[in-house]
């Protein structure tokens, strides 16, 4: 079992910045890869960014290039660095592990005012 707490969500202007961390921990040994989604009012859920256990990283074409996803392996925490921000931004943002199983956090929430 795989425990995940995200933190650092809050409310920012259009263009500013803010940093989501996801603290793992329990069974870390079983995760392959970690990744952001997020979901806004009335929207499905949707991929962010991921990154495998071998480094490697995607995001979605929305966030490309405004957002960043990197890993502390000493401090079990996968960030998402989040520049640039627009309201469509705007979201529950959740950390999600992959392993056996499906671990989900219970997300954090990023308001971006215009």
Same mark, same amino acid.
């Not at 990283?57 to 929305?62: I, K, P, Q, R, V």
């Not at 960030?79 to 499906?102: F, H, I, R």
């Given at each position: ?7 650092? $969500? ?15 921990? $329990? ?24 990154? $495998? ?45 992959? $392993? ?15």
């Amino acid at each position: 079992q795989v425990q995940l707490v995200e933190s650092g $969500g809050g409310l920012v202007q259009a263009g500013g910045s803010l940093r989501l961390s996801c603290a793992a921990s $329990g069974s870390i040994f079983l995760i392959n890869a970690i990744a952001w989604f997020r979901q806004a009012p009335g929207k499905q859920r949707e991929l962010v960014a991921h990154i $495998g256990f071998n480094g490697n990283t995607n995001y979605a074409d929305s966030v490309k290039g405004r957002f960043t996803i990197s890993r502390d392996n000493a401090k079990n925490t996968v960030y998402l660095q989040m520049t640039s921000l627009k309201p469509e931004d705007t979201g529950v943002y959740y950390c999600n592990a992959k $392993g056996p199983a499906d671990n989900w956090g219970k997300g954090t929430l990023v308001t971006v005012s215009s």
